[in-house]
């Protein structure tokens, strides 16, 4: 019986590793104790690992351009749509 049980716990379904996370979303970025002191981003572009699932994120902060793991964000139900016009980019904002 437990034999079958360690089998169990091996064995992976795809369909339950869906990303609720994606190019445009607005995101709190867990890097201090406090929420209230998180920053807010967008995501610039997902950073696949070797099995085709998103690790990580370049995300654009109010200070600039950085990397983070998918565990330190949070996605809110606002995304944005980035145009560049003339080398300036505007953010639209939509929500959910």
């Known amino acids: 019986m ?10 992976t379904q795809p369909e339950l590793y869906k990303q609720s996370i994606k190019k445009g979303d607005v995101v709190p970025v867990h ?3 406090h929420r209230s002191t ?4 967008v ?3 997902l950073i696949e ?6 690790r990580a994120t370049n995300i654009r ?5 950085t990397n983070r793991p998918i565990t330190k964000l949070y996605p809110l ?5 980035v145009e560049k016009q003339d080398g300036v980019e505007t953010y639209n904002f939509d929500t959910f």
């Open 43 to 45: 995501i610039e572009s």
């Open 2 to 11: 437990s034999i079958l049980l360690h089998s169990v716990n091996f064995t």
């Open 61 to 65: 902060t109010s200070t600039g351009c």
């Open 31 to 33: 890097d201090d104790p």
């Open 77 to 81: 139900e606002i995304s944005a749509d």
């Open 38 to 41: 998180w920053k807010l981003a």
């Open 49 to 54: 690992g070797g099995n085709c699932i998103v």
